[in-house]
Each structure stands twice: as structure tokens, then as C-alpha cells.
């Protein structure tokens, strides 16, 4: 689930809420009023067992969970339907600098283990088909002592380093399942269960334990409407086997002084008057040090417009390990060039690589394109929260600053093409002869309109997954980039030094006729990294790629691990279900396990045509994708 910032609206937003702040270049303190507590609570016990597959077609209704259909990444319009009704960012995109073809780094990963992860059809048909069709996937990965973990928009499941599922029988168990809720929605009875979404995870190497992370939405009893109550569900595996059991734990993130959490008085203007929301924590993302973990949100006011900050959390490894206890909070809003942060992502670490100067500090970086008229910037932001060590004491005393550091121009990225190719869910929304009532029965909708919007989404250049290795801060990020004349979807990365604020390394990549999309980097202790994301173009249909990366040459050729055999076909894509534009991405995923890296990227893996689309049963294609969506993922395993 990912909103993005409309800059009028934010601004507005600001102006009002930052009255007494001052936003000042270099180091600062991240807001005025300081961290506060905010319990974290054990809540239960989980393993990952779930209800078998449904076998059944997905002709049913209520197909769509419409609480997480407003959200949005990238240039995009409003919202036709949505459960959370706020104004969604809309950033311009920027003129892309020219570039040439990247130099190729000294080293070239070797390609071991690779293998189709979880897709579309393991989502809508989980725990006996009492699920949703969801896109975009959202993908979370998390690797050690010999196990991968995946998760997507809404399941998840275990390998082992072959690529064996090791769960359930071989299919995915759903999160809501996982995280002891009831289903997302019961078929026989159309209650519903939380709406869950934004999956992470990481090995927590310090505590030998895995952590998968997801925010979720609560509803009205069992009905379709929500609360506005939202928490991060943090579940914690009981040892680092992550196939037995787990410890499930709740932070309350609505921040509006209810269940022990700060009011931040988050609001929307209606008919000129301010009306005061629950705020949503929105598009989590964790990293972690020696001392815990750090959990990050975009918090957003729940059912309006407006945005208020990325928010910080730092959790010790005390209460992972432990019990109930606290989170420290820190509020980025009134903080910075541009009043507030935003996607504010924390860094993971190889091994024993966090850093131990100052009682403990954990790194963090964003992006500020999204808050320029012209969506462009030349700089991001280096975060950093001092004396983590404190977190594992009786009176955590953390600090959080925040820097200012000048990188080469990157900007707001136009949307990705992708090659022609077959669509049958377009037709059968279009069909008024062959199978006249497939709009209907099969995808759901009362109407033969399939106008598309045409390309699939970019992101919106705001900060990716980072890392910290090697003395070094390491991140990623989506950029509109020139090539040959033609503005495409291209990475910029940075490799920055936390003690002086400069950039040791940067560099843009991008090519003609394609798009490079939702950048994730991975980086061995040893300096040695790797790219992963998805590859689409004129010429191709979506494909999982990586890319070498490394601290002296930078970023080398572009090779497909698993390339697409048709285009993507998913239902965000068509305006006549309402999101508002089209899903694609959100993110994608590494993972560091030794001397290995993991990658996870979206990518389509099937294609059909319309015919084996009617098979029975109908929108399945033999199992390959559901009626609404044909996304899925690959996992691979690198050796820089």
C-alpha cells in the first residue's frame, strides 16, 4: 500500500501544522517535541499453517478489497473508489539527465539458485480462496541460517536454499491467517476480517530470528467499513527457523492519542472547516543494527487528505526477545529543507557490519523529488538515530539528526511500456459476442469499456531499500533518465560516507526502449552489491534483472534472470475498476545471507490467450493467474 505526496495539498497541509517550527539546512533535531514511547504490545502466538488452495473459479463477487484500492505510487490521477479517501500524490514528473551506458563493474555475480516465487493465483486462492485479488504484490524477503522467506500482498511462504517451499504443504499460508485474524473475507458469509497490506521482513542477525512486519487496517465488526484504528503487526520467529513458531506483537500507529500513542492531529479540511482523522502509518519499511530494529511509515491522515511525516520507530531487541515494552517515536514533521520527511527508510546490515560509534548508530536515507514543483532534486537525506544501544535500557535516550547530502540531479520518472502482447482479461471485459457476459461473471465488473491506461507505473523516484556496509551508507531509487533522446525509467544509486555526508560513489542507469523499475540494492560486508529489479520495455514484457554493483566502479551490465513471456494484465491497469492508475510495483526486495545475495523482483511469468482464458475455470489459465491479475515474482541467489 503506497500514497504518494500531492504537493499542493502538502503543502497547504504544512503550512498549517508547522506554525512555531523552523525548517533549517544541516544538522538539526528531528522535532521539537522529541521521541515519545509508544507501547508495543505481545499479542499471541503464530505458525504458518493455513487452509488449502481453492480449486474453484474466482467468478465471485467482491473480488476487489476497495479499503486498499486508493493508494498510489507514481504520476497518476484520483481515485475513483477508495476505502481511505484521501487526495493522492501528484508529483511531476522531471526531465531526466542524459546518460551514457554504464561502465561494467569488476564484478560479475554468479547466478545460483533461481526460481518463480509467489504470484497472483497463490494470493487470490490461499486459505480456501477467502481472499481478494491484490496488486501490487509488495515484496518482502528476508534470508539466514538457510532459509528464504517471501511475502506479497497477502501471503507468505518459506524455502529452503534450493527453492523448495517448505510450508503448508507447498502453498502460500495468508497473512491474516499468519497473524491470527479471520480471513480477509469469509465466501460463504462476505464478513471480513483486517484488511492487510505492505509486508516486510528481515533476519535479525544480532537475535538470530526472523521478523515480518505488515500494517494493518482494522474494520467495523465484520462489515466492509473501516475503524481507523491501524497497528504494525510485528511477528518474530521463536528461533531462526522460521517453519516453527512465532511471537506476534502489535504498535498502534493512528497516532491520535488513543491506545498510547502521541496525537498528531492529523486532519482534512471539509467545506473550509478542519475535521481531525486517525492518521495512517502507512508503507512501512524495517532495518535493523546490533541494539534492534527500526520500523518506518508515511503517515498520512486516515480518511482525507493530507500528509504529516515520515515517522521513526526504534524497537530494542529486548522487547523482540522479551516481551511487551516500548517503541521511541520519532516525528520527522517540521524536519528538513521540505518540512517533513518522506519514505524515510532504515538500513540493514550484513553480519556484524551495524555501527558502533556513539552508543550505537542505525542510518537512514530519503528522497525529495516528490516535494519539488518541477520533480526534481539534487540532494537526499542522510538520517541517523544515535545511541540505539540505549533502546535495551529502562530509559531509552536515542537521538535522531539529520543531513543534507548533494547528489547529481535525479527526478520523478515517467511510466514504463511494455512490449504487445496477449490481454485476456481486456477482452474479456470488451467481449460482446464470443462470451458476452465474461465482463460480468468472470472479471467482476458491469461494463465493456477496457480503455487502459497504457503503461505500467515507476514509482515516484521517492527512496528504495538501503543498506549499511562496508563503512558506507548504500540506497537506490527510481529516476526519470535521457537516453538517445528519449526519457525512459532508469535507477539512480548512492553510495554515501555517514561521517562526512559526501558521496563516495553515484551514478544513474538507464537504456533505449526500456525501463529499468523499483530498484532494490544488496550489499555483501565486503563492499560487493547487486541491483535487482524489473526490466520492461518497447521490446520486452516485464522480467526480473539484476544488475553488479560495487563502491569503486559502480553498476555493470543489466542481465534478465527470468524473463516475461507476455505483458502484465492486472485489473489496476484498467480505469474502469476505479484505482486510478495502474499498480505495478511498489517495491522489490534483497536479502543477505553470507556470502550470498537474494533477490526478488516482479515480473510476469505466464501468458495466455483469451481462449485458455474461458478454460474451466474460467480466468485461470491452467492455474497461472487468476480472472484480475497475472503478476508474480522470482527469486534468485547471487555470488558477487
Known sequence: ???????????????????????????????????????????????????????????????????????????????????ITRTLVGAITGNGRSINPQKRAKSNPQLGTHFQGLNFHDQRFANGGNQFSVEPPDQALCAGNGFVVESVNDVIQVYDSFGNALLNGGQAVDLNTFYGYPAAINRTTGARGPSITDPVCIYDQAIGRFVQVALTLDHIGTTASLSGTNHLDIAVSDSGDPTGSWTIFKLPVQNDGTEGTPNHHCFFIHNGVPV???????????????????????????????????????????????????????NTLGTGPDGAGFTVWAAQSPGNQSDLDNGGSEFFLSSDAVFSSDGTSTRVLLWTMMNTSSLNTLSPSPSLSLRSVAVLQYAVPPRSKQKTGELPLSECIADTVIFPNCNILVAGIGSHNNTSFGRLNSNDSRMQQVF???????????????????????????????NSAKIALQGQAGFPDTDLTYPAVGVLGNGRAVLAFTLTGDNDYPSAAFAPLDAVVGMGDVHVVAAGPG??????????????????????ATAVDGSSIWIASEYVAQTCTYADYLGIPRGQCGGTRGALGNWSTHVSKLTP
Open 1 to 83: 500500500m503506497k500514497t504518494r505526496l500531492q504537493t499542493s495539498s502538502v503543502h497547504a497541509a504544512l503550512a498549517l501544522l508547522l506554525a512555531g517550527f523552523v525548517a533549517a539546512a544541516g544538522v538539526q533535531t528531528a522535532h521539537a517535541d522529541g521521541p515519545v514511547a509508544v507501547p508495543v504490545s505481545k499479542v499471541g502466538t503464530a505458525s504458518l499453517v493455513s487452509a488449502p488452495y481453492a480449486t474453484d473459479s474466482d467468478t465471485q463477487n467482491d473480488q476487489i478489497d476497495l479499503s486498499l484500492i486508493g493508494d498510489a505510487d507514481g504520476t497518476g490521477g484520483d481515485d475513483a473508489f477508495q476505502g
Open 276 to 330: 481531525f482523522d486517525p492518521c495512517l502509518g502507512d508503507y512501512p519499511h524495517i532495518g535493523a543494527d546490533a541494539n534492534g530494529i527500526y520500523l518506518t511509515t508515511n503517515e498520512f491522515t486516515f480518511f482525507g487528505s493530507g500528509f504529516f511525516g515520515a515517522q521513526v520507530y526504534g524497537i530494542g531487541n529486548n522487547v523482540l526477545t522479551g516481551g511487551s515494552g516500548s517503541a521511541v517515536l520519532f
Open 468 to 498: 549499511y556496509a562496508n563503512g558506507a551508507v548504500w540506497g537506490a531509487l527510481d529516476t526519470a533518465v535521457t537516453v538517445s533522446g528519449s526519457t525512459r525509467a532508469g535507477i539512480a544509486y548512492f553510495i554515501v560516507k555517514p
Open 567 to 588: 505483458p502484465w494484465d492486472g485489473f489496476t491497469s484498467y480505469v474502469v475498476f476505479g484505482s486510478g492508475r495502474p499498480r505495478w510495483g511498489d517495491y522489490g
